[in-house]
């Protein structure tokens, strides 16, 4: 097996309020544990395979080739996409992320096996020229919520572009979001702890996952989505302290004007349920999913 990695690289980009977005990320998606949590979306084998059932078939439907030989994974994680991928027969995947540890848990956890098909840069995905420099990609695949993490609005806007930047014309790019649909009312905070299992090797023990979300309108139309997460073991010991983390959040409408000025044309194809019946069935039984439920809707852009 070999999968190249590129060496990291510090991005001293800012989201809102001057955070740096490298911080965030380091707070948040570096963090093993939260990635060790039962409940969450990278133990589930089932999910990510229905995910690349969906974004396949709506690559079918949009370009009218069965099968792209490589696709751009923007925002990759932990590469729980990977193995379906190459299982359905794509031949190359490179995959992008800042999270230097999710990259790290996705290879010992999910690129076992691969034969060199799998190239990984940890880097922001707007540094397009280090990883794609021909422009000739078919399919980017972008699922598990991942747009609007650069919150600031000239950086959100530099982040569409890069999304298409690597597509060759009539590539396309899959993506899913969950828009203004998961913003409380403005003014409220939603307070939401449910019971997890952080499961790491032989280690396993039982915690409660508290999450605080409230939105703040911007001038522009968009909002800022601010969160909270915190992991307490069941006595009350802190396992994952307290940190924050922001969203974008941006309405359909300004979407599509946005991906307009980059050359792409935008569908909003609505829920991703109606498309998924694993996310169906996992919205309906247990709802657990946060912003992967409900308010999740799936996304074409097609660059012209
Ligand atoms: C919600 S996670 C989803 C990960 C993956 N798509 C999945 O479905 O499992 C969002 C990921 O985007 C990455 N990310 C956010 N902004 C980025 C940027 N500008 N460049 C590269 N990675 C970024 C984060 O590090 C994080 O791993």
Redesign the pocket.
Known sequence: MSVLLEAGKQ?N?TTFQGHS?QD??SA???NRTLMNLEGE??FDRYL?ID?VKVVLSSYQKFTDHEMPEVVY?????????VSPLLERGVRRVIA????HE??AVGRERFCQGDTGQVQTYN?????TDRFAQNHDIPLA??????LG??TDSD?HLE?IE?LGKPLKRGGVLVFDYMGERYNPPVGEVYDTTWPDRVIDGDIEFDVFDRRQRWSVPNADGTSTLHLTCEVTSIGGELIVPKHSYDKLVVPDPILIEQFARFGMKLHCLGPLRNYSSYHDRRIREKDDLG?MGTPDHLYVAVKE
């Open positions: 991005s980009k977005l965030m990320v948040h998606y570096d979306i990278h990510s995910e994974a923007p925002c990759a994680g932990t590469l729980r996409h992008v992320d800042l999270s999710s990259l880097t922001d995905i707007r540094d695949f972008l699922m598990g919520n991942s993490d650069v950086g982040f890069a912003m």
